[in-house]
């Protein structure tokens, strides 16, 4: 199947899970408070990959929303990262000194449930995406000192060859613009659209494109994902950062498994993120405690190339900080 029958196939309502056998009736009911909240959108592909004879199955965590989003907690905060407060211009967030992030698209091939951006996709949405992206080349052209621009959620993956041509374009006449990173779920829920016409795009410029890749979970790297993995290898470097998260990934032996196998489809195991405190996603969270054993565990039975930096991002910071 295409990407685009993908994107025109996938399940938009909780509703449509039913009849698939992924939810009862019943459970579906009690999910109505969290589709008015957050946006729900399941590529078939990624839905194929869940058990559904396991509750607790590692992707229908990740995919499928749960009454327990609807909690609001007093330390979950809708923008945890403070996009919105280090917005100079729009569509871009400076919070680092020689880099900065720029927001493409809205839009996501999945709307994953542990997202640290799920408010900002979602009532705030117009707040981080409205705007032409004019001001925004005109900004990255005056602040000489930015270095690199990371393309981050939605995902850059989403948008069309054309305009990703365009965008890389006109940094690539940018000087002092020497990285181009690209922080991207595409390959792990919607590996379709890393065809060979996309790939060109991506590297159409003078850049050599860094691509983050988001896979948390052994499960996820299919024969679809290699695929996509090897196409992007050959022109791009690749690096992964997982996110820490309870149920999924919280157990030494599924990071190692995880990290051997991205490690033999070309991509380093880059960092392993402490979650956000982000609304919606306290259900997730893993003590640092716990976490840290967790890494202890790698590091006895991993080579060090091989172990990702367990880490946090502190608001106000310069820098990610080392759990
Ligand atoms: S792809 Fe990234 S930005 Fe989009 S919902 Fe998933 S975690 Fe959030």
């Known amino acids: 199947m295409s990407w685009e029958q993908?994107?025109?196939?996938?399940?938009?309502?909780?509703?449509?899970?039913?009849?698939?056998?992924?939810?009862?009736?019943?459970?579906?009911?009690?999910?109505?408070?969290?589709?008015e909240k957050y946006q729900f959108f399941l590529?078939?592909?990624?839905?194929?990959?869940?058990?559904?004879?396991?509750?607790?199955?590692?992707?229908?965590?990740?995919?499928?929303?749960?009454?327990?989003?609807?909690?609001?907690?007093?330390?979950?905060?809708?923008?945890?990262?403070?996009?919105?407060q280090h917005?100079?211009?729009?569509?871009?967030?400076?919070r680092y000194a020689n880099r900065v992030l720029l927001h493409l698209t809205p839009n996501c091939s999945m709307y994953?449930?542990?997202?640290?951006?799920?408010?900002?996709?979602?009532?705030?949405k117009s707040d981080l995406f409205s705007g032409a992206l004019t001001d925004?080349?005109?900004y990255l052209k005056n602040q000489t000192e930015i270095q690199e621009v990371i393309f981050s959620g939605g995902d850059p993956f989403m948008v069309s060859e054309g305009a990703l041509q365009q965008t890389l374009q006109a940094l690539s006449h940018i000087s002092h613009i020497k990285r181009v990173r690209?922080?991207?779920?595409?390959?792990?829920?919607?590996?379709?659209?890393?065809?060979?016409?996309?790939?060109?795009?991506?590297?159409?410029?003078?850049?050599?494109?860094?691509?983050?890749?988001?896979?948390?979970h052994p499960k996820e790297l299919t024969h679809?994902?290699?695929?996509?993995?090897?196409?992007?290898?050959?022109?791009?470097?690749?690096?992964?950062?997982?996110?820490?998260?309870?149920?999924?990934?919280?157990?030494?032996?599924?990071?190692?498994?995880?990290c051997e196998k991205l490690f033999e489809a070309g991509v380093l195991p880059y960092y392993l993120h402490q979650l956000d405190s982000a609304q919606g996603t306290s259900h997730f969270y893993v003590d640092e405690d716990r976490g840290r054993a967790i890494v202890d565990e790698m590091r006895k039975?991993?080579?060090?190339?091989?172990?990702?930096?367990?880490?946090?991002?502190?608001?106000g910071d310069s820098h990610k900080r080392e759990v």
């Open 87 to 94: 917005q100079p211009v729009p569509r871009i967030t400076h």
């Open 136 to 138: 925004a080349f005109q």
């Open 224 to 258: 679809q994902a290699l695929e996509a993995l090897f196409r992007l290898r050959e022109k791009a470097v690749l690096l992964n950062q997982s996110v820490l998260l309870k149920n999924v990934n919280d157990e030494a032996h599924v990071l190692i498994q995880l």
């Open 112 to 124: 994953c449930r542990f997202c640290f951006r799920k408010s900002l996709l979602n009532e705030l």
């Open 182 to 216: 690209f922080h991207t779920r595409v390959p792990v829920t919607l590996p379709s659209r890393v065809n060979s016409t996309f790939v060109d795009a991506l590297t159409s410029t003078r850049f050599r494109p860094i691509v983050v890749t988001h896979f948390n």
């Open 6 to 35: 993908e994107i025109a196939t996938a399940f938009r309502k909780i509703e449509e899970l039913v009849s698939e056998g992924f939810l009862t009736e019943e459970q579906a009911q009690r999910l109505e408070s969290v589709s």
């Open 301 to 315: 039975r991993l080579p060090g190339y091989l172990v990702p930096r367990y880490v946090i991002d502190i608001v």
């Open 43 to 84: 590529p078939r592909y990624y839905a194929s990959l869940i058990d559904k004879s396991d509750p607790m199955c590692p992707i229908r965590l990740q995919a499928i929303p749960r009454w327990e989003e609807s909690l609001s907690k007093k330390e979950e905060i809708a923008d945890p990262l403070q996009d919105l």
